[in-house]
């Protein structure tokens, strides 16, 4: 081992990736929430089947942290430097749609960003869903 071969990788160029393999154009361009806010509105109605797909969504990537109903207090959130917010009362009642697009999307101070995980369509729909958790937990 001492006075084994050494190891190259890169002395063979990998080969050339066919047309269309990779992406070119690098996906959504970036825009801040603030932007997102005044610009974006959700395209979609909440039918039964994108309040659905927004659930299981939401019950996969969100409530980890914020709780199966948007608390924060899922099981994970005392792990985390600063706690989960409650999404049911506060400021993300207050928000827009475009402005809780823009977090899943671009993430924030501890949230992970969600764009490359979920497609617009499924983040429009967490919204929907996310809506519909406020509305039952408003008085």
């Known amino acids: ?5 050494a190891v190259q990788p890169l002395a063979v160029p990998p080969r050339v990736m066919p047309a269309g393999t990779l992406p ?9 929430r603030e932007v997102a806010a005044a610009t974006l509105t959700n395209p979609l109605a909440p ?18 942290c914020h709780g199966a109903t948007g608390m924060g207090d899922g099981p994970v959130a005392d792990h985390t430097l600063i706690p989960a917010a409650n999404l049911t009362l506060g400021q993300p009642t207050e928000r827009s749609d475009g402005y809780l697009y823009a977090t899943i999307r671009n993430g ?7 764009g490359d995980a979920m497609s617009p369509t499924e983040r429009w ?3 929907l869903y996310l809506r519909r958790l406020q509305r039952e937990a408003a008085p």
């Open 108 to 114: 924030s101070v501890v949230m992970p960003a969600y």
């Open 47 to 64: 039918t039964p089947a994108h309040l659905a797909h927004g659930q299981r969504l939401f019950t996969s990537n969100c409530a980890p």
């Open 24 to 32: 070119i154009r690098g996906g959504e361009p970036p825009m801040a």
């Open 1 to 5: 081992m001492f006075r084994g071969a």
């Open 125 to 127: 729909e967490l919204v």
